[in-house]
């Protein structure tokens, strides 16, 4: 199981559960939890457009964050991304799809959770 389907199955998961027995920190946590994983999701995998040697990177690569994506071809080599796709508007459908799957609570929480909801599945994070 790679770290995608893990944070996929840890999302079905916290979707099944009812908010309503929650004290309200607990139900802040589940709420935050739900948005950061739709979040990380809604974000496109993307394989690297080149490699690189790692006497050839520049000095503003992050060096150490991207060591455990390296690979070692007789040198080690770091991956180089492009930019990310240009993501489009969501379509009504998609907007009353997720509408649909944000589990509800009291009004206010789920207004909440709702916006949150559609704004992380276009690729947009942020505060509860």
Known sequence: ????E???QAL???????????TPMAEEYWNKA??????????PEQEPVA??????LPSSYPYDLMFPYSKVNGVRLFPVFGPFPQRK???DE???????????????????????????????GGEA
């Open 94 to 124: 998609e907007i009353w799809k997720i509408y649909d799957e944000t589990p509800s609570g009291k009004a206010r929480p789920f207004i909440i959770r709702f916006v949150r909801s559609v704004l992380a599945a276009h690729g947009i």
């Open 34 to 43: 739900i948005i950061a994983l739709r979040t990380a999701l809604a974000e």
């Open 12 to 22: 079905e998961a916290l979707e099944g559960i009812h908010p309503g027995n929650m």
């Open 1 to 4: 199981m790679n770290l995608r």
């Open 6 to 8: 893990a944070a996929q």
């Open 51 to 56: 490699w690189i040697h790692e006497d050839e």
């Open 89 to 91: 508007p969501l379509t």
